[in-house]
């Protein structure tokens, strides 16, 4: 796994140089509670600011709650791209945000999985609950087995997602996990970190 923390002092693309990164769609999975600091909160609505100001499409789960809700308010605050993407049984359970751009409802959970890994270029993780991590555990499975080739950033706030990580590390360390396994994921601290890891990332995709 990589630290994005500014070891890597490539020059971040433009978008008038890249408008295939400037056209990008960016999956963020979180949670549907806020968290119990302010920095969860803080860091969702940042990330979602910074991606509709980037240009890219918000794709997340849907939600009017927690910290999608948001992620998604700061999106659209700054006139962004914002698709939702919910299964109907928590469509009224979850509040569904209907102000989006675009609502997709779908039957079961596994649809609204494949439907946001499908129309994303690339997965940003912020702190959440267990289908948070289900769905970082789904888009790892499926770059580990080479479904696809997208950039997964891990937003590691306050320590939170530290203890996943070294679950992750112990998985490679005792031949759970193939050597290649360190190059699925990038580890970050901070939002900025993320959105400079986004666009180089992004780039290298094209490539």
């Known amino acids: 796994m990589t630290d994005g923390s500014g070891t890597d002092h490539r020059a971040?693309?433009?978008?008038?140089n890249n408008p295939s990164v400037a056209a990008a769609s960016i999956?963020?999975?979180c949670g549907s509670r806020s968290g119990s600091a302010s920095i969860f909160s803080d860091a969702a609505q940042d990330l979602g600011r910074q991606c509709a100001e980037d240009g890219w499409?918000?794709?997340?789960?849907g939600g009017n709650i927690g910290l999608m809700q948001a992620v998604a308010d700061a999106a659209l605050g700054v006139d962004g791209k914002v698709i939702g993407v919910i299964p109907k049984e928590l469509l009224a359970r979850e509040a569904g945000k209907r102000e989006v751009t675009e609502l997709i409802v779908t039957e079961t959970m596994f649809e609204r999985k494949s439907r946001m890994i499908a129309m994303s270029d690339a997965f940003v993780v912020?702190?959440?609950?267990?289908g948070t991590l289900d769905e970082l555990l789904e888009v790892i499975t499926l770059k580990q087995l080479g479904y696809h080739a997208k950039p997964i950033i891990i937003i590691n706030l306050d320590g939170f997602w530290s203890p996943c990580i070294e679950l992750f590390s112990m998985m490679f360390d005792t031949?759970?996990?193939r050597p290649s396994f360190d190059q699925l994921l990038i580890v970050v601290d901070t939002v900025e970190s993320a959105m400079s890891e986004l666009r180089l990332g992004l780039v290298e995709a094209e490539g």
């Open 175 to 177: 031949g759970f996990a």
């Open 12 to 16: 971040e693309p433009t978008q008038a």
């Open 27 to 29: 999956c963020i999975f």
């Open 126 to 130: 912020l702190p959440g609950g267990y």
């Open 57 to 61: 499409t918000v794709v997340y789960g």
